[in-house]
């Protein structure tokens, strides 16, 4: 996927923010604050146009530009965690050490290690130690 499209697809997360702001806290959304990101969305356009006309939404493309919207997606849904956290005053610290075990929970339930066969005869997959030294190995 071109780096070009990629930062479009990012930085459609202000106006993520300003959808969930208003859908989760009831904020108000601002003509001004909602024509900005529009804007700036179009000038991100307008900057990497020959990427963006150059794209097409094969198989493996849309499947790019489908993750890079849900990553997105999830990133704005982080911010508005965080807008939580702060209403609520919890301090920053603990807020942090809160999203980054959530985090690392969510990173090791989709790790495919836990999941490995024990009982495999072959060396390749997630249980492989490519660094060991067999005794049949040269030396």
């Known amino acids: 996927m071109p780096s070009g499209l990629m930062a479009i697809c990012f930085s459609t997360i202000t106006l993520m923010n300003i959808a969930n702001g208003a859908l989760f806290f009831r904020t108000t959304v601002e003509a001004g604050v909602f024509i900005g990101a529009l804007l700036g969305l179009a000038g991100l356009g307008l900057v990497f146009w020959p990427e963006i006309a150059g794209f097409g939404l094969h198989s493996r493309a849309g499947i790019g530009l489908a993750l890079s919207l849900v ?69």
């Open 71 to 139: 990553a997105t997606a999830s990133a704005s849904l982080g911010n508005m965690v965080s807008v939580r956290h702060k209403r609520v005053a919890i301090p920053v610290i603990e807020s942090n050490a809160i999203g980054m075990a959530y985090g690392a929970l969510c990173s090791l339930s989709a790790s495919p290690w836990p999941r490995a066969s024990r009982s495999s005869t072959t060396r390749a997959g997630p249980t492989a130690r490519p660094w060991s030294i067999s005794p049949s190995s040269p030396r």
